[in-house]
């Protein structure tokens, strides 16, 4: 049975906004110095002048836009675009957290916006949420998704569309050689993180399993932003819902059962005692003593130059 964001009555899927571009390092941090320079910045990602901020064509601008608003570091409200809290923690002021994106983090961190919410990269969601398979290919993927986009009677989604959606998809964890030098040739910043391999022909498949690379901190901030969405009125949540709920933690990073308890085992020294794990009469789960204020000050702790100064209220 089919669950998750994805099955609201209200939900309609987003299969375009990218122009087939994957999110490349440092297009965030552009978009961020764009928007915060330009103050409403409407016309930052559209207007003859975006060629020369962002020194790449129209198409790429468009979609430096689109990933900057899935990864929550601008947001537009339909009258101004500004940047978000997140975005000035990471590239802005005096001391951000990651200002060139070269740590591990922030990869993970775009990692649980594209797959952990589908309202702009829904293929991305669907894939990592809703494939059940072993292995998949383009075709599999592409069918499984215009299917359920004809059952839920979306409009405006051609089959085309969600087809580019699906190969920007693989070329965002699995990028294709290319010869030459130039932007298009530069590693997206998902294929660092090893989620999906080749297995032969056109078949990939998953690499579950603990994630060395993966921070504590994006882990506890994921954990914290699913159980908001999945069950906001909960004061526990199930290993199971953690490890296997659409649109959870253990979903979205691929970690195995066991990966995502090791992780819950250690949740009350991450959230200063915020969450706490409970193993008692066979039932495991995690308990909410209070709920964060703000979320960001745990996130901070998976930065090295910051978490060891940052007190989670």
């Known amino acids: 049975m089919m669950r998750g964001p994805i099955t609201a009555d209200d939900f309609k899927g987003q299969f375009s906004g990218h122009e087939t571009f994957p999110l490349r390092h440092l297009w965030l941090r552009k978009a961020y110095d764009a928007v915060a320079r330009d103050g409403t910045g409407r016309t930052t990602f559209t207007g003859p002048e975006s060629i020369v901020t962002f020194g790449v064509g129209k198409n790429m601008a468009l979609s430096i836009r689109h990933w900057a608003l899935a ?105 294709r050689i290319e010869k030459g030098f130039g932007e298009d ?24 399993g603990p994630k060395p690379t993966l921070p504590d901190g994006v882990f506890a901030y994921a954990l914290d932003a699913f159980w908001t969405r999945h069950a906001p009125n909960a004061s526990t949540l199930s290993v199971e819902a953690i490890a296997y709920e659409a649109g959870s933690p253990g979903r979205v990073f691929k970690l195995d059962e066991s990966s995502v308890v090791d992780r819950l085992a250690n949740i009350e020294t991450i959230t200063n005692g915020h969450f706490i794990w409970s193993d008692s009469a066979g039932i495991r789960q995690v308990m909410k003593i209070k709920p964060l204020n703000d979320p960001l000050k745990i996130l901070a702790s998976a930065y090295s130059d910051h978490g060891d100064r940052q007190q989670v209220a």
Not at 76 to 91: H, I, K, M, S, Y
Not at 144 to 166: G, H, M, N, S
Not at 185 to 208: C, H, N, S, Y
Request: hydrophobic share 40%.
């Open 71 to 175: 990864c929550g570091i601008i947001v537009d409200d339909g009258a101004t675009v500004r940047p978000t809290e997140l975005g000035r923690r990471l590239f802005g002021g005096s001391r951000p957290w990651d200002p060139f994106m070269e740590q591990a983090a922030t990869a993970w961190l775009v990692q649980w916006h594209v797959a952990g919410d589908p309202k702009m990269t829904t293929t991305w969601y669907w894939a990592f949420n809703h494939i059940s398979t072993q292995t998949f290919d383009h075709e599999a993927l592409s069918n499984a998704i215009l299917q359920y986009c004809r059952f839920r009677q979306w409009p405006r989604v051609a089959e085309k569309t969600v087809e580019r959606d699906v190969e920007c998809f693989f070329r965002s964890y699995v990028p």
């Open 185 to 208: 040739a530069l590693e997206p910043v998902l294929a660092e993180l090893g989620l999906i391999r080749p297995v032969g022909g056109r078949l990939f498949e998953f690499r579950r």
